[in-house]
């Protein structure tokens, strides 16, 4: 595109007066708003990184479902905010393990805010009233920018945070959408924005290959097309078939025009593809009856669509109507609802997950929904399945709101012949047969509390503790888990580090039939060792505490300094830290209360994890940045992105990619672009490489 609910209990027979509460009350009610504001934050960037950057784990509407609460809490109570929230971004910076390095858009990649009803769109179009509106599909593919100067393909980028890309120009020139050299009248600098994706056909036939190979299928359009433009090496994108569709213009030097429909021909001109379903109409009413007809026909599409985008045409009018933070004003997504489909349940069983949960789901005959084949769906939990009222040999309707996790809605009771049967949760682990119960008497989730040598749990905890967001083990997989543990090599985590080539020779995974080491055992103890040298912070996402996620494990890395000082602190020591907050606290503070769990830690010290920042005691020494938020931009001589940031975050301070009015300073180096003009629109102080480095050496200037 062109750029230019909360209740409240009294214990008191008659509820006070708003005069009666004391300033403690308040700021007890403040504390606890802020408390939920906090989770549900850490809770949507959590989501929203493994939506981009991983494998979700919630469906789409559920996301959408969570970023409403955020910003409804926002709305009712701003003073609950924190920080800086993600309901204000337009999505999550590149990842710190991405091969890939980091480049400035010249000008920022904006997002789309979303309705989901036909009331919501017609409020918007009230509000946004324009001569002419343009119609197009909203592609569910993955962002690209690519920067043309003068007619050459200069750089290919994700969209990163919107400021900040990864350079993908190398995977972008094997697409064969995206020319090397522009045609036709094309003007001397051009960044044109568009999405890359796979069409329906093309995926169904490159999946039944994959299958004939023996290799693992790809589960939708999108995750297939994201991950292919985010290949190490290009001739592994070069392998799937990616499209491109352009739908904007961002940055522009010697071209002009006055609507969005002429930039659209222009970039077709130059030789680049633009979208044959978008539509130029003139009245709300033929808005609403494109929103119609595409909800009738989302599959008449080559490719897969998620909504209809709604954008003014004029540029003027456009302008006018201005950005924020994160969307255009003069644009707007409408979300068809998501895909359901009836089938036949045929089971109910239960899965534990790593701190115990016990998760409900459905075993169904195999349905066709939402661009794949689902043969199973969660319920989520006891209290909801029983809420469902579903039968053993329902027809029932399930919907695939997102591209992972199929849910089931309830059952066709119509359908129902009297051969159905009642579902009765089971209150004994299947895993390991202990009594199932609440944590709490009014929690939902059941949990089995065998949490040490609960085979399901253990399982879950192997295979979560060998991922790329802790050691990264990729030798160590679920099925080769499950062996570890029963052929009684490991009772529990502690011994993962200290496992012998005479352990895995007694397990079928990493033996060979004659009982001797094969090579995913040699792989596998390769691993183990390389992994002892990781981030502090990844061993505490690995120690599977509850509620402490990488962002918690951060902060309290960086304040720590070891695990033996987050041993020994209190959850008063804790909550202060930016980013942990007293929930986390305490759990953190809990989980260290078992004996078994300091087992844990002092047997992978034993085997040699490093368990420390190095020189982290000398960090003490270093001057305070706390309570300063930085943003570098531009290349520095001494430092690259990471080692900045690094920097920056070793010294208490935080290290944003964006600059807003929140930003106390802005590291320039060279080529430094639109965060320099926006730091001096804003008057935030400015440093060059030398400014910077003096403000790490000697901490903020006096006054």
Request: with cysteine; proline share 5%; aromatic share 6%.
């Amino acid at each position: 595109m062109l750029s230019p609910p909360r209740t409240k209990t009294n214990t008191a027979h008659s509820p006070p007066s708003s005069s009666e509460y004391s300033a403690a009350d308040r700021l007890r009610k403040v504390t606890n708003y802020a408390e939920q504001w906090q989770q549900l934050a850490d809770e949507v960037r959590t989501h929203r990184d493994r939506y981009y950057y991983g494998d979700p784990t919630i469906t789409d509407e559920d996301f959408d479902a969570l970023l409403r609460q955020l910003k409804q809490l926002e709305e009712e109570h701003p003073e609950a905010t924190t920080g800086t929230s993600p309901t204000e971004e337009v999505a999550p910076a590149p990842p710190e393990s991405s091969p890939f390095r980091n480049v400035d858009h010249r000008e920022r990649m904006l997002s789309l805010d979303n309705v989901f009803d036909k009331e919501s769109l017609q409020g918007w179009l009230d509000r946004t009233p324009a001569k002419t509106y343009l119609t197009e599909l909203k592609i569910d593919g993955a962002s690209i920018n690519l920067l043309y100067v003068n007619g050459k393909l200069e750089l290919a980028l994700t969209r990163g945070d919107g400021t900040t890309g990864e350079d993908i120009t190398h995977n972008a020139r094997t697409l064969k959408d995206i020319p090397d050299q522009l045609s036709g009248d094309f003007p001397e600098l051009v960044e044109i924005r568009g999405e890359v994706f796979i069409t329906v056909e093309d995926f169904a036939t490159m999946n039944a290959q994959r299958q004939a190979e023996g290799l693992k299928m790809f589960a939708n359009p999108r995750n297939a097309a994201a991950g292919a433009m985010r290949q190490k090496n290009p001739e592994d994108t070069a392998k799937r078939p990616l499209r491109l569709i352009c739908h904007g213009i961002g940055a522009r030097e010697g071209f002009n025009v006055s609507s969005q429909h002429e930039a659209y021909k222009a970039i077709e001109s130059w030789g680049l593809p633009v979208s044959p379903y978008t539509k130029q109409v003139h009245t709300v009413k033929e808005v609403i009856d494109q929103v119609t007809y595409w909800g009738e026909h989302r599959h008449d599409a080559a490719h897969e669509m998620d909504g209809l985008v709604i954008k003014v045409d004029s540029l003027d009018e456009q302008l006018e109507l201005g950005t924020t933070s994160r969307a255009p004003r003069w644009a707007i997504a409408y979300k068809y609802p998501p895909e359901e489909a009836m089938t036949t349940l045929r089971n109910i069983r239960i899965g534990i997950g790593r701190t115990g949960r016990a998760t409900p789901y459905a075993v169904m005959e195999p349905k066709y929904v939402a661009g794949s084949t689902v043969s199973m769906a969660t319920l989520h939990n006891p209290t909801e399945a029983h809420r469902k009222g579903i039968r053993l040999g329902d027809t029932i309707m399930i919907r695939k709101a997102g591209e992972v996790i199929p849910e089931v809605l309830g059952p066709v009771e119509d359908a129902r012949d009297g051969s159905e049967l009642e579902f009765v949760f089971s209150s004994i682990c299947p895993e390991c047969g202990t009594s199932l119960a609440p944590t709490k008497e009014d929690d939902a989730d059941w949990r089995c509390p065998n949490t040490r040598f609960c085979p399901g749990q253990l399982h879950t905890r192997l295979t979560y503790l060998a991922g790329r967001g802790a050691f990264d083990i990729d030798a160590l997989g679920e099925k080769a888990a499950y062996d570890l543990i029963h052929s009684g090599v490991l009772t529990d985590e502690s011994r993962l580090f200290s496992l012998t080539r005479e352990d895995l020779e007694r397990t079928s995974a990493y033996s060979t039939k004659a009982g001797n080491l094969n090579k995913s055992g040699e792989t596998l103890l390769e691993k183990l060792e390389a992994a002892k040298t990781v981030d502090l912070w990844r061993i505490i996402v690995a120690l599977s505490i509850r509620h402490a996620g990488p962002t918690a494990a951060k902060a309290l890395a960086r304040h720590f300094g070891s695990i033996e000082a987050i041993r020994n602190a209190s959850a008063e020591d804790m909550s202060g830290i930016e980013g942990v907050g007293p929930i986390i606290a305490q759990s953190v503070v809990d989980w260290f209360t078992f004996d078994w769990h300091q087992e844990i830690v002092d047997r992978w010290e034993e085997a040699g994890v490093q368990m420390f920042v190095p020189d982290a005691d000398s960090s003490a020494d270093l001057p305070s940045l706390e309570g300063l938020t930085i943003v570098v931009t531009g290349s520095l001589q001494a430092f690259d992105r990471t080692q900045a940031k690094e920097a920056i975050e070793e010294r208490g301070g935080k290290a944003s990619g964006s600059v807003s009015k929140n930003t106390d300073y802005l590291v320039a180096g060279e080529k430094a672009g639109s965060k320099l003009t926006k730091a001096r629109d804003l008057g935030v102080t400015v440093l060059d490489e030398e400014g910077f480095k003096k403000l790490l050496a000697e901490g903020i200037p006096a006054d």
